[in-house]
DNA sequence: TGAAAACCCTGAAGTGGGTATAGAGTCAAG
DNA sequence: CTTGACTCTATACCCACTTCAGGGTTTTCA
């Protein structure tokens, strides 16, 4: 199949097929003679498989390391547990980061009930006397909220 | 007060208060003769109010939009009250996208309670034979897990 | 006084996970 | 034989910074 079918198939820009060849989590796919790249089933398992990770929120390089463990199917899947426990963690700690900058957000919001001026708005007023809080500050493995 | 002392006071690395001046959210501040940024406390408020709003998570468009209110003093601020309910409506969004992924990974966790060889992983098949979700697809104002 | 340390400058490139474009080549149908 | 759909590569763009290279300036201390 072609990369325009394989695209259609899983559901992926054709963009974004080339770009994970790129980055080797897809091998590189037979060629025509006119260059055109030429997919195989096994690829599109293997499509499958990332964008299922992905659809999970899966960094790139955490996906990597699953491929690599299909890969070697002998190899003790321990780390695999390992990464999914760590992931879970990460999203449940950013859950609990984002329900806390949610009640601090609608704080924010009822300090203005009804649109007045920009110099009397609650809202505006709340921020800058808002003691500054280390919420965006740490590095996250999840994403916050754009 | 010079860069650094900025930086030391707001908590803002150099290099970041330095990026908020290209990006006009921060005036550009004067200088000595041998080119060094000198600051007032003028500076020290608005860049306090920045911070504010990104450890809020709001996007730095969001924060231009809001800084405009706050050189505009008699204006009403309806969009500001706007801008606060659509960021609190993707912050709510994201913490039950979140909430749905993590039931998602905690089934497929335990789908492997013991680790085996990677071939008889239950996550590695798990990830395999799921149906794919649209989860990761949409665009969003919020991020997600890392 | 002079040298070292601490501070600051600009400009460019890198991050992640793609997305979008330009400009060209390939292929099938009519 | 031409049209139009498909594909190719290479490059730039998105966000909110961060890091780096290669300098210049100011302070401190011997």
Redo the contacts with the bound molecule.
């Keep these: 199949m072609?990369?325009?079918?394989l695209?259609q198939a899983s559901g992926t820009?054709?963009?974004?097929i080339?770009?994970?060849e790129r980055e080797g989590l897809l091998p590189a796919?037979a060629?025509?003679?006119?260059?055109?790249?030429i997919y195989a089933p096994q690829h599109a398992n293997r499509l499958a498989f990332i964008r299922q990770c992905?659809s999970l929120d899966m960094?790139?390089?955490e996906v990597r390391v699953l491929l690599r463990f299909k890969d070697q199917p002998l190899a003790d899947c321990g780390e695999v547990n390992c990464l999914l426990d760590e992931h879970i963690s990460h999203v449940a700690e950013r859950i609990q980061a984002l329900r806390a900058l949610e009640k601090e957000l609608r704080a924010l919001r009822s300090a203005c009930p009804v649109p007045h001026t920009a110099a009397d708005c609650g809202i505006l007023q709340g921020i800058d006397h808002a003691g500054a809080k280390p919420a965006?500050a740490s590095k996250r493995h999840v994403r916050g909220a754009?």
């Design positions: 072609r990369i325009g079918e695209a820009p054709i963009e974004t080339r770009f994970y796919a060629r025509t003679e006119g260059k055109y790249r992905r960094t790139l390089d965006a754009h």
